[in-house]
């Protein structure tokens, strides 16, 4: 029987012969990549932001990443990202927590911007560009995208990963022309595709707009992912807690599993993971601790508003936060 001390020499032998025999393992270091549709922000009038609230919601989701969507194309758009920044880090050196870096692209098709923001250990690594792609695959004039996903490529440790940051179309047209069933159609054959490439660690995240009970966009990706393309992360989470729920074409049986805060019973906000980056997350993905969503009007806190949902779209979001927790201890597997 080994001698233990919790200190001298024969504690590090034995700590050393433990770790020979694959007795002693470290553990497992995370970050936490998020997407929240911050709804119109940098809108004026109407549009008055608690910044001091969204600081809180984005602190309790405490992600080291986040895609943000639905900032407004104009100088306030970008103004109120550095505003939030500005708060977020404020928190954060009293909290002694690491500051936020912020980038809000100028590059953007459609009605709004996107952003990101990151804190280490997680690292920017080129500018973020607009996602490549055939703009009228059908001649007919009509783009795919009415707003052209951002691509961002960051790392954490030896986690080297790709965003492709969406805020996908409300409606359904033609296969091959505009409307989200041809995004949904573009989206899932990069996301097939990117697992041939050099870089496979590929997430694609935002609000999706999801049409739910097997509408025609949603079912296309869904089926695109079969076999084992990409999976919905946030979706499997929810079936291992409610085995009846069906990606392919359920609602979720609780508001609990919800993304957008002003009509219950809805997914619109997704992360959807490449296969190549499976490693560095889990098979069997638990809700609120490998994968989550941040209810924050279900606070307390926030109850004298949100029974108005036009007042907390006007003041927080009418959507939910989703964040997933990826390993960046592993090695690098592309």
């Not at 911050?38 to 989701?61: K, P, W």
């Not at 939030?84 to 936020?100: C, E, I, V």
């Not at 996602?131 to 490529?153: E, I, K, S, Y």
């Not at 946030?234 to 729920?245: G, H, K, S, Y």
């Amino acid at each position: 029987m080994y001698r233990v001390k919790r200190s001298g020499r024969v504690g590090t032998c034995l700590l050393l012969v433990l770790a020979t025999q694959g007795l002693v393992h470290a553990e497992p270091v995370y970050i936490r990549i998020a997407t929240f549709n911050i709804a119109n922000f940098g809108a004026t009038d109407e549009y008055e932001r608690s910044l001091i609230s969204l600081v809180n919601i984005l602190r309790d989701a405490n992600a080291d990443v986040w895609a943000l969507q639905e900032i407004e194309p104009t100088d306030k758009g970008a103004q109120q990202v550095v505003r939030l920044t500005k708060l977020l880090n404020k928190a954060a050196d009293y909290y002694r927590t690491p500051r936020y870096e912020y980038v809000v692209p100028e590059k953007h098709t459609g009605d709004e911007r996107v952003a990101f923001l990151w804190r280490s250990p997680a690292a920017l690594q080129s500018a973020p560009t607009l996602f490549a792609h055939n703009p009228d695959p059908d001649g007919n004039g009509a783009p795919v995208f009415q707003r052209v996903p951002t691509l961002a490529f960051f790392r954490a440790g030896n986690f080297d990963f790709m965003l492709l940051n969406c805020h996908l179309y409300t409606k359904a047209k033609g296969k091959s022309s505009e409307g989200c069933l041809a995004e949904c159609e573009t989206i899932g054959h990069w996301l097939r595709g990117m697992n041939q490439g050099p870089e496979r660690d590929v997430i694609a995240l935002g609000d999706f707009n999801r049409f739910l009970d097997g509408k025609a966009p949603w079912r296309c990706l869904v089926t695109l992912a079969a076999p084992d393309y990409y999976r919905f992360p946030l979706l499997d989470a929810i079936r291992n807690e409610d085995p009846a729920f069906n990606l392919s074409d359920s609602n979720p049986s609780e508001g609990k599993y919800s993304t957008n805060s002003g009509k219950k019973l809805t997914i619109y906000d997704q992360v959807v993971l490449a296969s190549g980056g499976v490693q560095e997350f889990t098979d069997n993905p638990r809700l609120g601790v490998d994968v989550g969503i941040v209810a924050f009007d279900n606070d307390p806190h926030y109850e004298w508003f949100m029974d108005d949902w036009r007042s907390a779209t006007a003041i927080l979001s009418d959507h939910r936060p989703v964040w997933i927790r990826m390993r960046i201890d592993l090695p690098d597997d592309d």
